[in-house]
């Protein structure tokens, strides 16, 4: 394990739901020299793991956009990802494949589609937060295969943060690994020995929707607006 990776917990456990492991990656997260951090969530399910652990630490919240490229015969299959200005990472454990030709540009388009439709909805609820120079905390629910992470990751670092971490409740080992090359740090709440789906270490894991996360970026703008937030 590379020396900038941090394991709270070695072994496996459950959430009770996103807020529950956002707390715990909170509690965690005040260890570290966070100068004017901005949490920055993954949406969807990682927004709402990012929203706790702003109000936890008092932070603001916001939001980076990537997409996984799901495998052509299993959707659910994350074979690379894309970040929000386009650049894809693919998976090096699936490096040796042959995809049906013009597979991954298409399947680019689309997720880049989709990209675009969230940042027009989710920047009417919350304007992008400055970057430059701040400590900027990439946070998901968790994480698999570490593409779409990698793929924040890197749209992150183009807007010249002074720290990168990548923080997330529960990771496979071979994730964490690829992710810390993309990060100055990583935390990770707890790092099974077995690791099948995100999903497994979570009691209450519904799908979030757009409409979720366009609700809790309302609230973190209001408190701004407001001068209740940092």
Request: charged share 30%; aromatic share 4%.
């Amino acid at each position: 394990m590379k020396e900038n990776i941090k394991i709270v917990q070695h072994g496996s456990g459950t959430f009770s739901d996103r807020s529950h492991a956002g707390k715990m990656l909170a509690e965690a997260l005040k260890d570290y020299d966070l100068e004017d951090p901005l949490i920055l969530g993954i949406p969807r399910g990682g927004v709402v793991v990012a929203e706790e652990v702003a109000d936890s630490l008092g932070s603001q919240l916001d939001i980076v956009l990537s997409s996984k490229l799901a495998a052509p015969v299993n959707p659910e299959l994350a074979i690379g990802a894309v970040s929000e200005t386009g650049k894809v990472f693919m998976d090096p454990r699936l490096s040796s494949r042959e995809w049906p030709e013009g597979y991954i540009e298409s399947e680019k388009r689309e997720k880049m589609g989709k990209i675009e439709r969230r940042r027009e909805i989710f920047r009417k609820a919350r304007p992008k937060a400055r970057m430059e120079g701040r400590t900027l905390v990439v946070v998901d629910d968790g994480l698999a295969t570490g593409s779409t992470m990698e793929a924040a990751l890197w749209g992150a670092r183009q807007e010249r943060p002074s720290k990168l971490i990548a923080a997330v409740p529960v990771a496979s080992e071979s994730a964490l690994g690829r992710i810390s090359e993309a990060a100055d740090q990583v935390l990770c709440v707890r790092l099974p020995s077995l690791f099948m789906a995100v999903s497994q270490f979570y009691a209450n894991f519904p799908q979030t929707t757009d409409e979720e996360v366009i609700e809790i970026l309302k609230k973190a703008s209001t408190k701004e607006k407001k001068g209740n937030g940092p």
